[in-house]
């Protein structure tokens, strides 16, 4: 039987891909232009002069800061983010909607009972403003650019394609993600990540979701479909061993600094065998989920961060809190997330809290 927000998943499913597909190369061709070689894309568009591209991709490199230095947002969030919203409204005009540039820009993140989409149009913009393009008129040009010696062993490999045609080759570091969740009556329904260097969509539902409502892990962009269910083998009771995740976090004063990298040194005493950041939580989330890694905790994110991710988590059978010990709450900030409870309670005991304030009252 088919449930009551299935065709909100299905619509979140195909703007997250839509959304996802389009950013990195937005502002530099259509998608029917490009191919990927070694986890690398190469555009070269037919009829696109080197111009337009340079233009584009001058354009797309304004990047604004928000609550600190490091809270960072391009054009492409809001591009994101208002190509999500209008679609979502067209189809459930009475929805409600909190988004992460809204809400920089000062709408209030209020949870009501309605039907609400959580949405972060661009997890790891840091990461999505570092990447560097490389824009070469041929072949040779390319060759005699000494700082890039990967790119002339990925060039040669596609010789015969690229000699004598403009190119644009980008490198960027691969963890940005589009992320919407969607909760009813303040309950979780589904989350939908879509992880956009892998092309791979993670997705999760709620108790109260239908049945027919694919969960798991696939890979549209190879065409996959539907194989891989997120199946973890939990189980990490302790923490000597545990490879735990964690993000920075917007502040960057002494103090912040102090406490974040004290929690750091809790952890690794612990014998924790490694504490990672990749800059993007919603995928450090997906990659617990996932199984790649055992534990998560954060100071600072944000509820657009958590929604999607935390019903992928709990459906994969992990454990998401407060870092109190206490149950989740979306507008708090702060996170724990394990494979085990107990994994989750040890590193909610060994933390110092880091004061972010709550999404619901800024
Ligand atoms: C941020 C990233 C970052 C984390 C922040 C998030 P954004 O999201 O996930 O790694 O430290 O707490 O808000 O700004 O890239 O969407």
Excluded at 86 to 101: D, G, L, N, Y
Excluded at 132 to 156: E, F, G, I, M, N
Excluded at 201 to 218: H, K, V
Aim: proline share 5%; hydrophobic share 40%; aromatic share 6%.
């Amino acid at each position: 039987a088919e449930g009551p927000w299935e065709e909100c998943f299905e619509l979140a499913v195909q703007l997250a891909l839509r959304a996802g597909q389009c950013w990195p190369e937005a502002a530099l061709a259509p998608p029917a232009g490009s191919s990927f070689v070694g986890g690398f894309r190469l555009t070269c568009p037919p009829g696109l002069s080197l111009q337009i591209i340079r233009k584009a991709l001058s354009e797309e490199k304004q990047v604004s800061t928000k609550t600190s230095a490091a809270d960072l947002v391009t054009e492409t969030d809001h591009l994101v983010e208002d190509l999500i919203i209008s679609e979502m409204q067209k189809r459930f005009p009475s929805h409600r909607f909190i988004a992460e540039e809204a809400a920089a820009a000062g709408a209030k993140c209020v949870l009501t009972p309605s039907p609400t989409w959580i949405i972060d149009p661009i997890d790891g913009t840091c990461n999505f403003v570092h990447r560097k393009a490389l824009l070469c008129l041929d072949v040779a040009t390319l060759r005699s650019h000494t700082q890039a010696p990967k790119c002339c062993v990925l060039v040669r490999k596609r010789q015969r394609v690229l000699e004598g045609k403009p190119f644009c080759f980008l490198r960027r570091f691969p963890t940005v993600a589009v992320s919407i969740g969607f909760a009813v009556n303040q309950e979780l329904e589904f989350g939908v990540i879509y992880h956009c260097t892998e092309e791979r969509l993670y997705t999760g539902r709620g108790a109260g979701a239908p049945s027919a409502m694919a969960s798991g892990c696939r890979s549209p962009g190879r065409q996959v479909g539907l194989t891989r269910r997120v199946s973890v083998h939990f189980g990490l009771r302790h923490l000597s061993k545990a490879l735990v995740l964690t993000e920075i976090g917007p502040k960057r004063d002494p103090a912040t600094l102090k406490l974040f990298l004290s929690n750091m040194e809790r952890l690794l005493h612990a014998k924790a065998h490694g504490v990672r950041v990749i800059g993007s939580s919603t995928l450090a989330l997906c990659l617990l989920a996932s199984g790649a890694a055992d534990a998560y905790y954060q100071f600072g994110l944000h509820c657009w961060d958590l929604a999607a991710a935390t019903v992928i988590i709990r459906e994969a059978g992990g454990i998401v809190m407060d870092t109190s010990g206490g149950p989740l709450d979306l507008m708090s900030c702060r996170v724990v997330a394990a494979g085990t409870r107990e994994m989750a309670t040890l590193i909610a005991q060994a933390l110092q809290t880091i004061h972010y304030g709550r999404d619901d009252e800024k």
